[in-house]
């Protein structure tokens, strides 16, 4: 027997989703036709979530996704962080390199996470909220190979971000509304036949936990 939900719940799910895949807005008419729902319904889910911020009318009467949603993602960053802390500990610890969770933000990618390892003379320092075009690093690129099926398992990159830094990352896959990346940055010569596989690994672990 299925499991009862919400018709309504759904629906202002719905009105989300379509309003985050349209930058340039939508009306009311546009986005009850998307929905497929009469408009005096899209009329009372809209106003609803205009109440809790979650959608916004621009000055043209346009609906774009509100400053709520941001709120609601923030929240979501220190969950991420305490299931991807576990995984890049035991990577760095295992290859001897700065280990990181980068997430995509809009072009831009996000490192939500750091691990250093323990045992080393020295390592990359990698800061907790740098940001950078995902076209620009192992860590950007290898969130754009997730969004081909058929890509390489991990990108390698040679002073790309840091003179003399190379990196090397591996897409996070299978997890719905999250494009991400395991990497790992080091100063020292990198071994991708080797290592590539391991960060690969850790990636797939990562998934796991967010299953």
């Known amino acids: 027997m299925p499991a009862e939900t919400s018709q309504t ?25 998307r929905l497929q729902v009469n408009r005096t319904v899209v009329y009372r889910l ?22 709520g949603v941001l709120h609601l993602a923030s929240a ?3 969950v991420l962080r305490d299931l991807a802390v576990p995984v890049l ?11 990181h969770l980068t997430v ?21 320092s990698y800061r907790v909220g740098s940001r950078h075009p995902l076209t620009h690093g192992a860590a950007g690129k290898a969130i ?4 081909r099926p058929d890509a390489p398992p991990y990108a390698v990159t040679s002073g790309e971000l ?16 999250l494009e991400s990346s395991i990497g790992i940055v080091t100063l ?10 391991i960060v690969a690994a850790a990636a797939a672990e990562f998934s796991s936990r967010l299953s």
């Open 9 to 33: 719940l759904d629906r202002g799910l719905r009105v989300l989703d379509v309003l985050a895949a349209s930058p340039g807005g939508l009306t009311v008419t546009e986005l009850a036709g």
């Open 46 to 67: 809209v106003s609803t979530l205009e109440q809790h911020a979650l959608v916004r009318k621009d000055s043209r009467g346009r609906l774009h996704v509100g400053l």
């Open 76 to 78: 979501v960053q220190p």
């Open 89 to 99: 500990r035991a990577l760095a610890e295992q290859v001897g390199c700065t280990a």
């Open 104 to 124: 995509a933000d809009g072009e831009e990618g996000l490192a939500l996470a750091v691990v250093e390892p323990s045992w080393t003379d020295f390592h990359v």
């Open 144 to 147: 754009l190979m997730g969004r």
């Open 162 to 177: 840091q003179a003399g830094a190379r990196g090397l990352a591996s897409p996070v896959r299978n997890v719905e509304g």
């Open 188 to 197: 020292g010569d990198l071994d991708a036949a080797t290592i590539g596989p």
